[in-house]
């Protein structure tokens, strides 16, 4: 990804931000690493740190705007509208150009290049789409079975939510105690056919589709992570329901759980426990390794990503109103990931620990985290997209993996 734009640095930088004017690039004073502003309209953002936001080919962005869904070239910047109107975004598929959306009370596919758009299906009633399969043959979704209270999520065709509630912990407390039934199902993206798959009074939430395997489907029992067993997976069918981190330990959370590019790990945020000690956590699917990467409290990120050979991790950082109380926390993080030699017993059903090198890449103390920045590695792994308020209102941003010269 090249950007061609001036340099603002130093003294120019700090006048800029108090000026209140976003610039277009910069090099972060406290860090070394060039960052720039991908987007124009103030409050577009980039999707949620687990939603695919690049397209097939690798080359564009898809991010939301007030007017829609808009397309990012990444070699030269140049925007486009993909999608006007109230929309909300699903993610861009992994075989085709096609970016999907629910809008009003169905769910459609328009194609990034040409804008051909098609209706692929209604809604089930009280219901949202939220993912699509490596092959963009299924999407998989889930509805409740009566009104639910109010939580902080978005109502099916309506724009996504990107600043989190004030009273969020009381809402999920008390949505996780209704227990109302829930449906999880599925949507044939060729015939539109909607086949319910799983039925629970568990609170179903985060569905993401393995990026590799078609058929598997991880989820998560939604609500206060120290009450939940949260990360699962199951088969497009509906079979093979299967618990990915069992706790041990009183107050153990886990979560905000996400795909490696190639399918084969599922990561997520552990806490062992709670706000104390820090772990990214992997756990592969086809072999059931577990490797835990130990991070320190200001190194812990509301969300991470991974790269797509898996070698770099990026973290988001956090204010000191979070979980992990973070005392100098915000900033975007790059993590080099260290695996510990075992020097003593093989034991598969061991962990395989590690420790997660941190190197600062932006100074987010300018930044209100009640917008979270959801950070994701470009397809060529140069650059860290993020959402920020820094300046205000919410724009989206890149940071150079690689330092400036």
Same mark, same amino acid.
């Given at each position: 990804?090249?950007?061609? =734009? ?63 869904? =808009? ?14 109107? =109230?929309?909300?975004?699903? #993610? ?55 009104? $639910? ?57 985060? /569905? ?10 991880? +989820? ?56 104390? #000690? ?16 130990? /991070? ?38 790059? +993590?080099? !990931?260290?695996?510990? !030699? ?59 993996? $690689?330092?400036?010269?």
């Amino acid at each position: 990804m090249r950007f061609y =734009s001036t340099v603002l640095c130093g003294v120019a930088f700090v006048a800029v931000l108090a000026a209140q004017t976003p610039p277009k690039t910069w090099i972060d004073p406290d860090t070394g690493h060039r960052v720039v502003r991908l987007t124009d309209e103030p409050g577009s953002a980039s999707l949620y740190f687990n939603q695919n936001g690049y397209t097939a080919d690798g080359k564009e962005l898809i991010y939301t705007t007030p007017n829609g869904i =808009s397309v990012l070239n990444l070699a030269t910047h140049a925007t486009r509208a993909a999608v006007t109107g =109230s929309v909300r975004v699903i #993610v861009t598929g992994r075989k085709t150009q096609n970016v999907y959306y629910t809008k009003g009370d169905a769910v459609f596919s328009t194609d990034a290049d040409t804008g051909v758009t098609r209706e692929i299906a209604k809604v089930p009633a009280r219901g949202s789409v939220v993912t699509v399969n490596a092959d963009e043959t299924l999407m998989a979704g889930t509805y409740t079975e009566r009104d $639910a209270p109010a939580v902080n999520v978005t109502a099916p065709g309506q724009p996504q939510q990107l600043v989190q509630a004030p009273n969020k912990g009381q809402m999920m407390e008390e949505r996780l105690a209704a227990h109302i039934p829930m449906g999880m199902f599925t949507i044939n993206v060729k015939t539109g056919e909607v086949k319910i798959i799983h039925k629970s009074t568990d609170w179903l939430n985060h /569905l993401e589709f393995s990026p590799a395997d078609p058929t598997l489907l991880m +989820f998560c029992h939604e609500g206060p992570w120290h009450k939940v067993d949260r990360i699962w997976t199951i088969r497009a069918d509906g079979s093979h329901i299967t618990q990915i981190h069992t706790r041990t330990m009183a107050m153990e959370i886990f979560g905000h759980e996400f795909w490696s590019p190639d399918g084969t790990t599922i990561w997520y945020d552990l806490q062992t426990p709670r706000g104390e #000690v820090f772990w990214l956590a992997g756990y592969n699917v086809e072999t059931k390794a577990r490797t835990w990467y130990h /991070l320190e409290r200001d190194e812990w990120s509301i969300h991470f990503n991974v790269t797509k050979d898996g070698t770099l991790f990026c973290g988001d950082g956090g204010d000191p109103g979070q979980v992990a109380r973070a005392k100098d926390g915000e900033w975007i993080y790059l +993590f080099r !990931p260290e695996l510990i !030699p075992n020097r003593g017993i093989e034991e598969k059903s061991f962990v395989n620990p590690g420790v997660l090198h941190s190197e600062r890449l932006v100074n987010m103390s300018k930044h209100q985290y009640k917008l979270e920045p959801n950070v994701s590695f470009t397809p060529d792994q140069k650059w860290v997209v993020f959402r920020s308020n820094m300046f205000g209102p919410t724009y989206v941003f890149a940071v150079e993996v $690689a330092k400036a010269q």
